[in-house]
């Protein structure tokens, strides 16, 4: 039993992604070490620039990641260490944009075309319903022709 | 009103029809990054140097200064050589070199090879200058002003293109006028 459940957990270790923090980058402290791993999966790294800092085997995510291991170490709280990190590099860093005005667009555009997209699919929709009355009854003239056209046919 | 509405798609594929011209430009380079260190003061720094005297920022005071982050390991720093060759040989800009993340030995090798366009190189072995100035890849080529603020930045190998139209008007700008 003991030996499947081991095999079973091995099994699933297989299926994670393996890590890019090495051993030797990690802190003695457990939790500044949490800490810092939190962090780190909300910073860019610059190289690869889809991946986070904790998943990426670039030169320059371990350099981000000993960095902001450092400013931990040195006291910084979290706010301050990923400050050091965005002075360096800039916001791009941050996985999850800042809300400020440069990146207003980039919060609120995909809703904007939404509701564009609303918008016009209701004014269209009006529209469509307005084309779509019932039709206007025949009048006697009409009806009368109608009359001889069908008797003209069945005869 | 009408006519304005039909008139929207056109108007619409224009417009991105701008901006994807402008992305087809040589010079454009969609990883580019913004540097934050524009007009800041530059990290401060003081390596060994590789043949001689060392570099520091505090010893970079006074004048402007062009500072060039490469590595022998790096393939298009090799590209980017013959052009800082000919700034430091024909326009006698004041050219610095950081060895960013490489041995000595390695540099040395390098500049023999290909000539040394650099007044002194230091050398950042473990990238710890490199990462202060915000280099995510080399080369990178910085300017300094007279009081040590970072004026320019370029990401990349230099053009000739760069070089003729940002690099030399700025260092002309710099050591003309007040700095």
Redesign the interface.
């Known amino acids: 039993m003991r030996t499947l459940l081991l095999a079973l957990a091995m099994l699933v270790g297989l299926g994670l992604p393996a890590l890019a923090v090495d051993p030797y980058e990690q802190l003695a402290d457990p939790v500044l070490e949490a800490r810092a791993r939190e962090l780190s999966t909300g910073l860019r790294c610059l190289v690869c620039q889809n991946e986070t800092i904790d998943e990426s085997n670039a030169g320059l995510a371990h350099d981000i990641r000993t960095l902001l291991r450092e400013r931990l170490v040195a006291g910084d709280s979290d706010a301050q260490a990923v400050k050091a990190i965005v002075d360096r590099y800039g916001e791009f860093v941050l996985l999850r944009p800042r809300l400020h005005p440069a990146t207003l667009m980039l919060w609120f555009g995909p809703g904007l075309v939404l509701l564009l997209a609303a918008g016009g699919a209701m004014a269209w929709l009006r529209q469509h319903r307005r084309e779509a009355r019932p039709p206007i009854p025949l009048s006697d003239d009409e009806r009368r022709s109608l009359q001889t056209l069908l008797e003209e046919k069945q005869s | 009103m009408r006519k304005l509405i039909y008139a929207l798609p056109a108007l619409l594929f224009a417009g991105l029809a701008f901006y994807f011209v402008l992305a087809l430009q040589p010079d454009y380079d969609p990883?580019a990054?913004?540097?934050?260190?524009i007009d800041k003061e530059a990290p401060a720094f003081s390596l060994t140097g590789l043949n001689g005297a060392g570099i520091s920022r505090d010893g970079f005071k006074g004048g402007p200064v062009v500072i060039n982050f490469f590595a022998s390991w790096c393939v298009p720093c090799r590209e980017e050589h013959p052009l800082l060759m000919r700034l430091a040989e024909k326009e006698h800009i004041p050219l610095y070199g950081i060895d960013y993340?490489d041995t000595p030995e390695a540099a040395r090798r390098l500049l023999g090879e290909f000539g040394n366009p650099f007044r002194a190189v230091g050398v950042d072995a473990d990238?710890r200058a490199g990462?202060?100035?915000?280099v995510?890849?080399v080369p990178e080529t910085y300017v300094l002003d007279g009081s040590g603020h970072i004026r320019k930045k370029f990401t990349g190998p230099l053009t000739a293109r760069q070089v003729e139209q940002e690099l030399l008007p700025i260092l002309r700008q710099l050591s003309g006028g007040a700095s």
């Open positions: 990883h990054l913004p540097s934050v260190m993340k990238g990462l202060d100035f915000g995510y890849g």
